[in-house]
């Protein structure tokens, strides 16, 4: 092989290896800038009316009196760390995911299901911005175990309806995608660092989210 196929075969190998570094620390360190917000169109609705995806499944609503949120799950640790170590919420990545989100209030935060990625920090978000979680018996387990006091948690059943200033929240118990991981109940409180399979699933319930 020629002294110039050589050289170019070391710049493509060192070419790939560099950008499959790249592509891993940007898959085990995911942004947590907000990404767009959305508001209604055409006079309908609150002008102040906004809502938010903060990444995974959390959403924001606000509509500049009253502030709600889906999951609040900001942490997102490395797929490394969710197979290799027990797991448990990031105070400052939390901390700089709200504040970059201007969220210090919320009225409430209601639970898809149980699993890391929707409720690993629902307890600690909650306990920040003064929020009440709505969510499944597990959920309410895995917030118990992250200090939320029990009078701040509602455990939902399928047609429960809750109002938080002008915004209504319906509960609806849904499937989980086929096959979920993590099967079971969390049936006592979950004190992280704990293994990602201790947030089993539990029941999904979907939301139907109204205002005014
Ligand atoms: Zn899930």
């Excluded at 790939?16 to 592509?23: D, E, K, M, N, P």
């Excluded at 997102?76 to 448990?88: A, D, E, K």
């Excluded at 920040?128 to 118990?144: E, F, Q, R, Y």
Aim: a neutral charge; one cysteine or more.
């Amino acid at each position: 092989m020629s002294r110039s196929k050589k050289m170019l075969g070391c710049v493509f190998v060192i070419a790939v290896l560099a950008g499959a570094l790249w592509g891993a620390w940007k898959c085990s360190s995911p942004s947590v800038q907000p990404f767009s917000s959305l508001r209604p169109q055409g006079g309908q609705g609150s002008p102040d009316l906004t809502v938010r995806f903060l990444g995974a499944g959390t959403l924001s609503f606000d509509d500049g009196e009253t502030a709600i949120m889906e999951d609040g799950f900001f942490s997102r640790p490395s797929i490394f760390s969710v197979l290799l170590m027990p797991i448990q919420p990031n105070e400052q990545r939390i901390d700089a995911s709200l504040r970059s989100a201007g969220i210090s209030k919320l009225a409430a935060i209601f639970v898809a299901h149980s699993h890391y990625d929707h409720v690993l920090d629902s307890g600690l978000v909650a306990l920040k911005t003064d929020a009440t979680v709505l969510g499944t018996k597990s959920t309410a387990n895995a917030v118990l175990g992250a200090g939320l006091p029990p009078e701040r948690i509602k455990v939902i059943k399928n047609g429960d309806s809750f109002l938080f200033g002008q915004f209504q929240i319906k509960a609806f118990e849904t499937p989980h995608s086929p096959h979920p991981t993590s099967p079971g109940f969390i049936d006592h409180p979950l004190h992280p660092p704990v293994p990602e399979g201790d947030f089993k699933v539990g029941e999904n319930f979907s939301y139907l989210i109204t205002h005014g």
